[in-house]
């Protein structure tokens, strides 16, 4: 399988300015970027890829960390990292601690190839996350809701686990794809258990529960915790899915 070529890509290390900080949940913040020269960024992206930030300042050396854009790449303007507090991590506190509006984000990419393959992939995409591993997926249903894109997948569904309602990230707009017919979205609470969603962390029942698979018409993308995507790996492998058509993202 082969990416379809993205024609705009700036070599080195970027200029980003922060131009909107968006509360997601109470530990999730969205940060919303372009490059002033060209107001907008300065490249082009594939849903599920991600860029490296450099930050020169916040110890003696500069430090890395990569964050996937949750935004659709069709989105002009800006591209948005969705960034979760790491209990003990150095740079997501860093970030939602003193980033402001303004603020520039050396950035280098987009990285990536945990990609919905358009065209050579199959017609049923199935996504299952974790927490802040819901970024990629995010942009892919923002990217392909609504059938924009003719080799769009035919039908997406998408299981998340998150602690409680309060951590669920984009819960407006998961509401809000859901109402597409190709679109289904399943959630789950591991830490509080509700009317609305299920309760319980993903497991192999749960898949078989929740999610109907056609293995000559399925890719699955897992990103969350190694443990969940071991799970997730081995369930495809059981119900036929061949291993190209099975991809998994470590944060
Ligand atoms: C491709 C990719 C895409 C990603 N996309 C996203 C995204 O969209 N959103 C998102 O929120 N995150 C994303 N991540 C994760 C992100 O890159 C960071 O890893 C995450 O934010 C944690 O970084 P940190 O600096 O806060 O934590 P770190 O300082 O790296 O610490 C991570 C953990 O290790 C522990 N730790 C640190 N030092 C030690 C030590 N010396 N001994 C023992 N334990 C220690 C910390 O307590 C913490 O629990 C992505 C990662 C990858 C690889």
Redesign the pocket.
Known sequence: MSLPPAPRKRKGWMSLTIHKILPETPD?LSFYLRDDDEKDIPFDYIAGQ?LTIRYDTVTEKPVV????M?SSPSQKGYCV?????????????WMCDNLKIGDILKARGPI?KFCYHEGTAKSHLIMVAAG?GV?PFISILREYTGNKHPTAPAKMTLLVAYRTTEDIICREELEKFQKHEEVKIIITLTREETDQYHFGRPTQEMLDRFLNIDESDTTIMTCGPEAMMDMVTDWGGQKGIIEEQILT???
Do not use: A, C, D, H
């Open positions: 999730t991600y960390r990569s964050y996937t949750s990292l969705t960034v979760k507090r790491v209990e003990g991590g150095l740079i997501s506190n990536g802040s970024t993202e470590s944060f």
